[in-house]
């Protein structure tokens, strides 16, 4: 839906299952033109095509990241992948190298940068207009595994908590990535430093499901990204808090159309999605009027539509502008996940990022 | 963009403009295959092409909703079109006998009630939840008219504040019929009677750009609608409240993911978008998880998606199931604009609907 | 406790009950060095004593507001007296008569106006920061009534349900009175006419429990008035709206220590009780600072701080300053109640205030 | 005012001053009967009195809350005291023997614990309805101390920010300790483990004024406790939540008369201060009907109402019921800032507490 969102991209083939038959029936489902039955073959028969696909979008368990995207790397279509992009550090480092060899675009889709909120605050940020940063608190809270949905039957439980398919980091690595990328999209700032406080809550669990991190930042700002997937109660809670020596930021992904934005001896301010006194870049994620709610898809949709802007560009011999997360933030995230872990296995002590 | 976003319809044709070049090239923007220049051409030569279009969508000011419908219900071609239904209740009427008499579908773009948390306030009335209502409060207050646009170039100002392209009401026609059809649609019970002061704030202006309204409802309950175009600082502040003898009902349309329940004697409830605890209408709407924030396209694509699936039920020879506004509201909506705009000039005093 | 919040008051003396055994153990309970059994007696006896209170506060049933006033006022003891001031308009002019003629103080006690945030309100309003005013919604719903508690032994709902007792006015004069004083001290403009749609929803009530209004202002804005004692769900849900040519205001007292403030163009504000940033009159109603919230009893205790230091002044010779609703707002307040009342039995007509 | 809010004590006596001219200027602005220059006058003048103070409060610098407190105990007059106890962990345990050797009350004004909110969380929380703890977040951000008071003449700021005077924890001590007790309170649980990383962020400051901590529980809950203040923006923003098994809590010291509760696979619930649906303990400390919001003063009175009823049955000889923060809880606080201090020395590492 969200790749589809503008009209400017049309999901036409798959490869949706191994057994022939899901895979007919699933194509049909979503009125694909073109089923298969594994990647490769997918690969190589778009790659030929004279009405091949321009992009693939990779959206299976984490293990299969990697190799899915060398396939289609290799064949020279460009690529759209679910975070985190790889199963270890190493093989996203080797993916990197690929990417950066080539001229094939790749996308992580960090989908949360979308939202006009977090681009705003980004450009506030970046002018400036927080001074310098102090504290950063970021969060990242659902409940929907508190149970141990794994050994009931969900397949999505089963491969998130399995070291396996989802690499090493549970929750750490589901959406604490995110919310690491979040706060290093809007403050331009890396993490530096962590001390992660790992935790399986549910009995039987493999993975973590529920971690409390200090942070460093580059430049001098601390804090903390606390991220749970036991947080009873909590459905997607994805909020950033920013405070610097002129003002604090606010932004909370349930209620994604304002940003709370307190400069000192000031009134606090609602900054609010679409309208005229945003930064232009901002204002260019919103499709409709302000009031008129857009969400999770649209923020999505805008991730989709930078790409497809740039597969456009590289079609028509353009330089790519790549204003969307990469294989680079990728590769981010994987140290920040293999670090968390390996900090919390040592009894949460700081170690770099 | 709604109409798209379940994959479920492609907009392939348009008549855009009655200038060739500009429909040819607003067609090219649109990804469009077939460009007329006039609606009565593109409802014939869409009747009789093998490919022709399944359901045409009419977002023409409204003086033209009428004869564009006609022209298309003449083709056999089914019809969404924007609210009001037309420019005067007799036109109105004239249509819905055309839509009774025949058997193509006709949906009328009453978009809000589209929303998951409307659908659930609705399925909770009807389910007594409420107890016998006795107040209703609702809004709708936007500020996009408190400057005379009209007169400064924008061309959406200048037929929305003209009689001759609007009809009649101004902001009671172009946001209290949403207003008041939200309130009869979710409490399930009509406006028997109202009472309207109808205001012109910005010199100059030839229709409403606000209104307050006392309410009397079927079985008792009373209430006010209050809209306004040049409320200050307002995008599109929709809501409603409903009060009954067991419980309170509010939902707001610029954070629509919630909806608000305070039975009598207990804690207030936040009932979500997406949660399994909905009634089953109210579930079916979202694409989502909870917390993955729908909005304003996502609630209009439910109106689309609702008609989408009757229109294949009428193809396969089933009977539609008509869960969407349909011509019959449209006409409610004309009476409430005219009875409304009758009452104002007569003093703002009591008069049926 | 309101009054003796600042510690420049102390209740020592009153007249608690007529039963002799009930007056002594009420003034027990309350730490009062005198106890009387009639308000005639305790008016002789605290005027000629040589440490008789400075002020009486008046908290009886409406029906006894004018007598107990005018023998305190006879006796040259300054009042504070609930709302409504008495029975009838009559009734209340009388006693405005007696206050003008004489130099005794007189406060009513429309606590809500002590609010910093209402406060800041008005003082915007009349440095012209909203422009010139357009619309006004204001709203005061409570559910305490939604039973028949009048005959289930609650004497509170006894009285205020009893035309006797409480006048001809049910939830209108005892809360519509509030929304409407809050109103006219906020926007510094009269109510002009009204049209008032009154009902007794719970069965075999005598007064109204919930009323609906239009109105029009001095000046030319419009708006509407709700008031309710039988919203379901509802505690103390006052708040109040205004709109100008400039900007939007919206304060509600359930969370009375912000103020949102939306300028046309510009991000929403929220001006915060105590900030510095407010005006000065706004500012020194605070006692803590900002983010420490104060609440009803803070807001109250404000109009007795400056009754106080009008008593202060008055005893010093000095001319008093009169900042707070007096005897004039009663007489208002109880035409409005009498106008809405009659507005409503012809029908929901309109009639001036 | 907090002390007195109930009518149940009245400040007679203090030492505002060692000149013994503000003392006495002091003294009259607050309408005190005895001014005293020194504490140790103060507290020998009054035990020896006829008419002397019951219970004394302590509102000093941290540095001088144990020799006062150390002086009324010796006189056997009550004590209410500031928190923290006393400048280091020695001291405190010091007077904590002393206080356990006699039979004087002793109360530490913790007074966030005195929200009805809060207790009813902590009711929630004894009950069960949480089930077993699973992770705690807790916050205080301040930005009064985000520019260099203390150098600018700003005595709070001063005395504050100076080990001599406040103790080695800054921010950690002032409001770091609120929160941690506050945890404590809500949960039942003891913090067992912390590591803690303070920064001075403000040039030139001695002492901490932000701090990052991770935290681990008694019973395996884990969690941080974030305080600051240099929070741009932020005026007073204390808040817990806590996830259990069964529910999640969510409190917020802003907006205090509501309590955020959400209960697995249920709608959020909102619980209203003063409501009938509260347990006892907190339905106990509102004084006013929901919806008439109490703050900061009577939260704080009602520590003092629960303390001055202990002081009143110590006076009838019946046991007190030491409802309210004691020295053992100031212990505790001191032994917090001593280990947080300690774990950040050392590099942010885990110590007990």
């Known amino acids: 839906m969200a790749a589809e969102l503008d009209g400017q991209a049309l999901v036409v083939a798959g490869a949706m299952s191994s057994h022939p038959d899901v895979a007919r029936e699933s194509a049909a489902a979503w009125y694909l033109e073109r089923a298969y039955t594994s990647f490769e073959e997918m690969a190589k028969a778009e790659a030929s095509a004279a009405n091949g696909i321009d992009f693939v979008i990779i959206a299976t368990p984490n293990h299969l990241h990697c190799p899915v995207a060398k396939a289609f790397l290799a064949a020279g279509i460009h690529v759209v992948c679910d975070k985190p992009l790889a199963l270890t550090v190493a093989e996203g480092e080797e993916l990197a190298r690929r990417v950066a060899a080539g001229s094939t675009l790749f996308a992580l889709t960090h989908n ?3 939202y006009p909120a977090v681009r705003q605050a980004r450009e506030m940020v970046r002018a400036g207009q927080l001074g310098e940063l102090r504290k950063v608190l970021v969060e990242y809270s659902q409940d929907w595994l508190m149970e141990p949905r794994e050994s009931q039957g969900d397949k999505q439980a089963a491969w998130r908590t399995d070291p396996a398919r989802a690499g090493e980091g549970g929750c750490i690595g589901d959406i604490g990535t995110h919310a690491a990328n979040l706060l290093e999209f809007v403050t331009c700032r890396r993490i530096e430093a962590l001390c992660a406080d790992l935790s399986s809550f549910v009995a039987g669990r493999r ?9 460093r930042l580059e430049g001098g700002a601390k804090g903390t990204l606390v991220c ?16 610097g020596t002129r003002a604090g930021l606010e932004w909370r992904q349930q209620e994604p159309n304002t940003l709370l934005y307190k400069a000192a001896g000031s009134p606090w301010s609602e900054l609010r999605a679409g309208q005229g006194y945003l930064a232009a870049p901002a204002r260019a994620l919103s499709r409709l009027p302000p009031g008129h709610p857009e969400g999770y898809l649209e923020a999505f949709g805008n991730i989709y539509r930078a790409f497809i802007a740039d597969v456009r560009r590289v079609q028509l011999g353009q330089p790519p502008l790549r204003d969307y997360p990469g294989v680079e933030d990728g590769v981010r995230g994987l140290r920040f996940v293999a670090q968390a872990v390996a900090s919390s296995r040592a009894g949460a002590v700081w170690l770099p990022v």
Not at 228 to 243: D, K, M, P, T
């Open 228 to 243: 749970s997937q036991v947080a009873c109660g909590e459905e997607n809670r994805l909020s950033i808090r920013i405070y």
């Open 112 to 114: 949360y940068t979308g």
């Open 207 to 215: 993975l973590d499901d529920d971690a409390n991190l200090l942070l």
